[in-house]
């Protein structure tokens, strides 16, 4: 089945460590997302990635880091600059890659909710 | 910059009740309309979307219209199920823009029996 996979689902990260989450989708599309979920709030965009080799910083970028290596793959790193960082990530990708965006519906992976010790 | 409004939670309702989740929107131009729904420890679906005014989305028996005139885009179901209960997001994703979605902060939903 095609989808998005989110790895692992529960983080655990020590002051000052940096800790990457795993976002892997074989749909075959060209634009990948991460957001981060408060309680209460809605997502906010943390970086985008309309192609392979490219991406853009969101509105809250910030202490974390990505890479886009591979189609299939956008990990996040979570610094230890961010000092905030206790939160549940979801990653979502699409099809469109042009800069007009297509009004494609996004699809979510399950999430990783993060934790700082 | 564009944001999304939606009425604040969480709504609890008795089992096959109406239910209407408010939702406005401020953007230039004429973005299209979206509601997602997040069951517990889940990512989000999309439930239904419109891309231009008066446009109607509807599926499992969710509506929601897209009044250009009153910047709304409310989202209504006739008769709820327990199992509808999730959290519900309003998004817009403005024309021409490659960053997708903007998000309200989420409506909880609960359906008793």
């Known amino acids: 089945d095609g989808g998005i996979t989110q790895s692992p689902k529960y983080l655990f990260r020590k002051e000052g460590q940096n800790v990457t989450l795993s976002c892997e989708q074989n749909?075959?599309?060209?634009?990948m997302y991460w957001y981060r979920q408060d309680p209460g709030q809605g997502l906010r965009l943390i970086y985008y990635?309309?192609?392979?080799?490219?991406?853009q910083k969101g509105d809250i970028a910030e202490g974390y880091s990505v890479s886009r290596e591979k189609k299939e793959s956008f990990p996040l790193t979570v610094t230890s600059a961010q000092k905030n960082p206790t939160a549940f990530y979801l990653c979502a990708s699409s099809g469109g890659h042009s800069r007009v965006t297509t009004n494609e519906k996004l699809f979510f992976g399950s999430g990783t909710q993060l934790s700082v010790l | 910059g564009d944001s999304v409004t939606q009425m604040e939670g969480p709504v609890t309702l008795s089992e096959e009740a109406f239910l209407t989740i408010n939702c406005t929107y401020t953007?230039?131009?004429?973005?299209?309309l979206f509601w997602y729904v997040q069951y517990p420890g889940e990512g989000l679906q999309l439930l239904l979307k419109a891309t231009k005014a008066d446009d109607k989305g509807s599926n499992k028996g969710f509506e929601a219209t897209y009044r250009k005139e009153t910047t709304s885009f409310h989202l209504e179901k006739g008769s709820v199920q327990v199992s509808d209960s999730a959290v519900y997001f309003c998004a817009l994703s403005p024309r021409g823009s490659a960053r997708q979605l903007t998000f309200g902060s989420g409506t909880q939903l609960t359906v008793l029996p």
């Open positions: 749909l075959n599309h060209d634009a």
């Open positions: 953007a230039t131009g004429y973005p299209s």
């Open positions: 990635s309309q192609i392979v080799n490219d991406f």
